[in-house]
């Protein structure tokens, strides 16, 4: 079973492995997955707590808080028609998979509202006023 702390990286969209731009592979140390929960606004020694939370918040949401996508790959299949919304105010409408996003460092709003999709990197929940 993982710890809580790699859990809630997984929920939040860290990977546990990356490649760099030279090609070669790293595991996601321990360190640098408290850094990023951290800065995405979670409390990495609260991990079980900030697990807790999520899914009580899940429980009641059509859609999570964040979907993070990878870059220029189809997004996740949504359950019911959605409206995606960039910074630029462009409006693209759907149902299923949402479209291939770009690698940004921008958010897209989609609905219902409250839902950012986003290519990795997933940007802090306090970007939602969370």
């Known amino acids: 079973m993982s710890d809580p702390l790699t859990v809630l990286a997984g929920r939040l ?8 731009q030279t090609g070669i592979w790293h595991d996601t140390t321990p360190e640098t997955r408290a850094a990023l929960i951290t800065a995405m606004g979670f409390d990495p020694t ?16 059509v859609l999570p808080d964040w979907l993070v996508c990878v870059a220029d790959q189809a997004g ?11 910074e630029d105010g462009a ?3 759907g149902r299923g ?17 409250g839902c950012f999709a ?11 006023g969370g």
Request: glycine share 2%; net charge positive.
């Open 13 to 20: 969209g860290i990977l546990p492995r990356f490649q760099d």
């Open 46 to 61: 609260r991990a079980q707590a900030e697990l807790e939370q999520l899914r009580a918040r899940e429980n009641t949401r």
């Open 91 to 93: 409006k693209t409408e």
């Open 118 to 128: 986003r290519p990795k990197p997933c940007p802090s929940r306090r970007d939602a």
């Open 76 to 86: 996740p299949v949504l359950p019911h028609r959605w409206t995606l919304t960039t």
């Open 97 to 113: 998979a949402l479209p291939v996003l770009p690698f940004t460092n921008s958010r897209s709003q989609a609905t219902p509202p």
